[in-house]
């Protein structure tokens, strides 16, 4: 019903930016709430960020507040990453997510994007 696609992973250093993005599908995409989990190598997927259909609820991961940013365009079916100050701990694979309610726990985010590359080097 909704297909996600992340785009913007890569290389950087400590200090450096990355903007990612995620395109979705359809006019529907307006009905959900959207989020962007990491995980990192042997640990569990973790809930990065998250806001919901309106744009007027968030939630951040602690160690994300004051350096990453989540925005929503609905008109232009978009979800986007800002994430600054980067650190060797924000290394993982991000993936974007749709779903009808807003929760940290990724078992409970039906939609998916293949998720995206971000590696940050100490």
């Known amino acids: 019903q909704v297909q996600l696609v992340e785009s913007g992973g890569g290389l950087v250093q400590i200090g450096e930016s990355l903007k990612l993005s995620c395109a979705a599908s359809?006019?529907?995409?307006?009905?959900?709430?959207v989020g962007w989990f990491r995980q990192a190598p042997g640990k569990e997927r973790e809930c990065v960020v998250a806001?919901?259909?309106?744009?007027?609820?968030?939630y951040y991961l602690d160690s994300v507040k004051g350096r990453f940013t989540i925005s929503r365009d609905n008109a232009k079916n978009t979800v986007s990453l800002q994430m600054n100050s980067l650190k060797p701990d924000d290394t993982g694979v991000y993936y974007c997510?749709?779903?009808?309610?807003?929760?940290?726990?990724?078992?409970?985010?039906?939609?998916w994007g293949q998720g995206t590359q971000v590696t940050v080097s100490s």
């Open positions: 997510a749709a779903g009808s309610i807003m929760t940290s726990r990724p078992g409970q985010w039906p939609y």
């Open positions: 359809g006019r529907t995409f307006s009905n959900y709430q």
């Open positions: 806001i919901d259909r309106f744009r007027i609820s968030t």
